[in-house]
């Protein structure tokens, strides 16, 4: 299982970027997916994430400028970022708690649910 994202790039404070982040591999379940944010200097810290159900949460500083959201079709979970600010500056990783799926040959079973963290793609916002 691994996690691709993408999406990262220079933008202006105000403006908008949309990160993405696709999960590849062979998927018995996918629970909670979320994202996090690692300033400079900083350790990451969890910014958004959204349970199977729909469920969001944000953090604070995020609220009401971030959206997640997530297509089960693609197995894919998005960051939707406006109005930013330079403080937005940093590396995004995108997570989720999975759980493969393991075949040899014809038979299939379900591993443990697992956090995977996808590579982090890179975020800057200029004043």
């Known amino acids: 299982v691994q996690l691709q994202a993408s999406g990262g790039g220079l933008v202006q404070a105000g403006e908008s970027l949309k990160l993405s982040c696709e999960i590849l591999g062979r998927i018995y379940a996918i629970n909670s997916m979320g994202w996090s944010h690692q300033a400079p200097g900083k350790q990451p810290e969890l910014v958004a994430r959204?349970?199977?159900?729909?469920?969001?949460y944000y953090l604070d500083s995020v609220k009401g400028r971030f959206t997640i959201s997530r297509d089960g079709t693609k197995n894919t979970v998005y960051l939707q970022m406006n109005a930013m600010r330079p403080e937005d500056t940093g590396v995004y990783y995108c997570?989720?708690?999975?759980?493969?799926?393991?075949?040899?040959?014809?038979?299939?079973?379900?591993?443990?649910?697992?956090?995977?963290w996808g590579q982090g793609t890179l975020v800057t916002v200029s004043s």
């Open positions: 997570k989720a708690d999975i759980a493969p799926l393991h075949c040899s040959g014809a038979a299939c079973r379900d591993g443990p649910t697992t956090d995977y």
């Open positions: 959204i349970t199977p159900d729909g469920r969001t």
